[in-house]
Nanobody, 125 residues
Framework: VHLVESGGGLVQAGGSLRLSCTSS????????TAWFRQAPGTQREFVAA????????LYSDSVKGRFTVSRDNAKNMMYLQMNTLKPEDAAVYYC???????????????????WGQGTQVTVSS
């Protein structure tokens, strides 16, 4: 599974961005997919995840109510709609996927076997 993110960029605080993730060469079907982010000098942290059916989502407390994760299995796409962005949301955002993720590990970096190269999100204050 080769993951490719897009949609990052520069936005003012309070603005919105939508990130996209697609898998080239293999469908997302059956995979749990997630977004993580990493700011300079920090560890990669969980942002949001969605089960393959789309019926189960999970968010970190820091983005709950502002970000929305969704997926379109027919198009082999996952999205992260980010609203009311804050300077502390600035980071490289990574798409991740794995076929077997138990719910208790859904926010763990080590639970995911496949990763994209990341897309930069910059938020100006």
């Amino acid at each position: 599974v080769h993951l490719v993110e897009s949609g990052g960029g520069l936005v003012q605080a309070g603005g919105s961005l939508r990130l996209s993730c697609t898998s080239s060469g293999r469908t997302f079907s059956g995979y749990t997919t997630a977004w993580f982010r990493q700011a300079p000098g920090t560890q990669r942290e969980f942002v949001a995840a969605i089960k393959w059916s789309g019926g189960t989502t999970l968010y970190s407390d820091s983005v709950k109510g502002r970000f929305t994760v969704s997926r379109d299995n027919a198009k082999n796409m996952m999205y992260l709609q980010m609203n009311t962005l804050k300077p502390e949301d600035a980071a490289v955002y990574y798409c991740a996927a794995s076929r077997s993720v138990i719910y208790s590990s859904i926010g763990a970096v080590g639970a995911y076997a496949h990763w994209g190269q990341g897309t930069q999100v910059t938020v100006s204050s």
